[in-house]
């Protein structure tokens, strides 16, 4: 049990329950458009309420919104999104064969966020700068290491700014947690599903979390907020995937 106090949000719980709700109108939207990237966030969110709910000292409904609504600019470009395309169908990207062009689109969707977002009228401003400040940092300053990598083929030499999100490092726990969750739901399911021969479950984490305190993404978290966060997602994998998962044989004592 915690003793640590939840940093309660200021925005009132019957509109953080409205934009759980299902039936919330723009939400029926978001999931018509872009079905992949709405299943995804609904993944994203379970898992920043569960994060959230082991730290103890953040506020689990906040950060199941964040989880739920973070991607919705994606809505306005889905075909751009690996989710959202369907098994066979031909890969926009590889018929554009233009990285940095994919790029711009692809970065686009963290504005496109802020920007739906801000304009719903069900909340008021305050609660919209909040929301909409945490989501704006949800890529933090990473690259997109896939076009980044592709447009290294023709130019060894490129600037690899050209390829990094627009937005700040997170500033604040829950915009670091929300990300983690992020890349931890969209790479694991690479990794994971439909896999024969996945990653250890231990390994996959720790380079995952690894690759973004090099990046300086996770500066605002302590180190117990990331073993915390490394502990539940390895349990997560375990959970999930324990079918797929190898265990390495015990050695005979
Ligand atoms: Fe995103
Ligand atoms: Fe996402």
Same mark, same amino acid.
């Given at each position: $049990? =915690? =003793?640590?106090?939840v +940093?309660k949000t200021s925005i009132? !719980?019957?509109?953080?329950?409205?934009l759980? !709700? !299902?039936?919330?109108p723009?939400?029926t939207?978001?999931?018509?458009?872009?079905?992949?990237?709405?299943r995804?966030?609904?993944?994203?969110?379970?898992?920043?309420?569960k994060?959230?709910?082991k730290?103890?000292d953040?506020d689990?409904?906040? $950060?199941?919104v964040?989880?739920?609504?973070?991607?919705?600019?994606?809505?306005?470009?889905? +075909?751009?999104f690996v989710?959202?395309? $369907?098994?066979g169908?031909?890969?926009?990207?590889?018929?554009?064969?233009?990285p940095?062009?994919? @790029?711009? &689109?692809?970065s686009?969707h963290?504005?496109?966020?802020t920007?739906?977002?801000?304009h719903l009228?069900?909340l008021?401003a305050?609660?919209?700068?909040? %929301?909409?400040?945490? &989501?704006?940092?949800h890529?933090?300053?990473?690259?997109?290491k896939?076009?980044?990598s592709?447009?290294?083929?023709?130019?060894?030499?490129? !600037? &690899?700014? /050209?390829?990094?999100?627009y937005?700040?490092?997170? /500033? =604040?726990?829950?915009?670091?947690?929300l $990300?983690?969750?992020d890349v @931890?739901?969209?790479k694991g399911?690479?990794?994971f599903g439909?896999?024969t021969?996945?990653?250890?479950?231990?390994e996959f984490?720790?380079?995952?979390?690894?690759? %973004?305190?090099s990046?300086?993404?996770?500066?605002?978290?302590q180190?117990?907020?990331?073993?915390?966060a490394?502990?539940l997602?390895?349990a997560? %994998?375990l959970?999930i995937?324990?079918?797929r &998962?190898?265990?390495?044989?015990?050695?005979?004592k």
């Amino acid at each position: $049990m =915690t =003793t640590k106090p939840v +940093k309660k949000t200021s925005i009132e !719980d019957h509109l953080l329950a409205s934009l759980l !709700d !299902d039936s919330y109108p723009l939400w029926t939207e978001f999931e018509s458009a872009a079905p992949g990237t709405a299943r995804h966030s609904k993944e994203v969110a379970a898992l920043c309420k569960k994060v959230a709910n082991k730290l103890g000292d953040i506020d689990p409904v906040l $950060m199941e919104v964040l989880g739920r609504w973070h991607d919705v600019g994606k809505a306005r470009n889905p +075909k751009f999104f690996v989710e959202n395309q $369907m098994p066979g169908e031909p890969n926009i990207h590889d018929e554009l064969d233009n990285p940095l062009y994919s @790029f711009h &689109i692809i970065s686009q969707h963290v504005g496109q966020s802020t920007n739906i977002l801000i304009h719903l009228e069900d909340l008021v401003a305050e609660d919209l700068l909040n %929301l909409v400040k945490i &989501i704006s940092q949800h890529h933090g300053s990473t690259t997109t290491k896939y076009f980044l990598s592709k447009a290294q083929e023709a130019n060894p030499n490129l !600037d &690899i700014n /050209t390829f990094r999100y627009y937005g700040s490092a997170p /500033t =604040t726990k829950e915009a670091a947690l929300l $990300m983690i969750c992020d890349v @931890f739901e969209a790479k694991g399911r690479a990794a994971f599903g439909g896999k024969t021969d996945p990653p250890e479950p231990e390994e996959f984490v720790g380079a995952l979390l690894d690759e %973004l305190v090099s990046e300086s993404q996770l500066d605002v978290l302590q180190v117990r907020d990331i073993r915390e966060a490394r502990e539940l997602l390895i349990a997560e %994998l375990l959970s999930i995937y324990h079918d797929r &998962i190898k265990y390495p044989a015990k050695e005979e004592k």
